[in-house]
């Protein structure tokens, strides 16, 4: 029943921000990991964070300091701030949800995807 819908992407130069958000519906967020994924064109999809049911949180080694995943129970929405943002972050990015802890192998649920290009 859970439902994810991601926003927040837009054009944006490098050294800049945005916060992505992942609003819930049809099901809690407190029953699920929330995992952030990003896309490239013709590129391997790649986890970029998670933030698990006790809030444990983890990131990939490219985006650590940068970025910091959270989540607003009140809202069910869980967001990804990202700041100082690199070209090399442009991509589509993905929340999905899994209900085993943070294991990709295990999402059930995925957003439709926002658009995030960092370009001078």
């Known amino acids: 029943q859970l439902q994810l819908v991601e926003s927040g992407g837009g054009l944006v130069q490098p050294g800049g921000s945005l916060r992505l958000s992942c609003v819930a519906s049809?099901?809690?967020?407190?029953?699920?990991?929330i995992l952030w994924l990003r896309q490239a064109p013709g590129k391997e999809r790649e986890g970029v964070s998670c933030i698990s049911r006790t809030n444990s949180t983890n990131y990939v080694d490219s985006v650590k300091g940068r970025f910091t995943i959270s989540r607003d129970n009140v809202k069910n929405t869980v967001y990804l701030q990202m700041n100082s943002l690199k070209p090399e972050d442009t991509a589509v990015y993905y929340c999905a949800a899994a209900e085993v802890g943070c294991v990709s192998a295990f999402i059930d649920v995925w957003g439709q995807g926002t658009q995030v290009t960092v370009s001078s």
């Open positions: 049809g099901d809690t967020l407190d029953y699920h990991a």
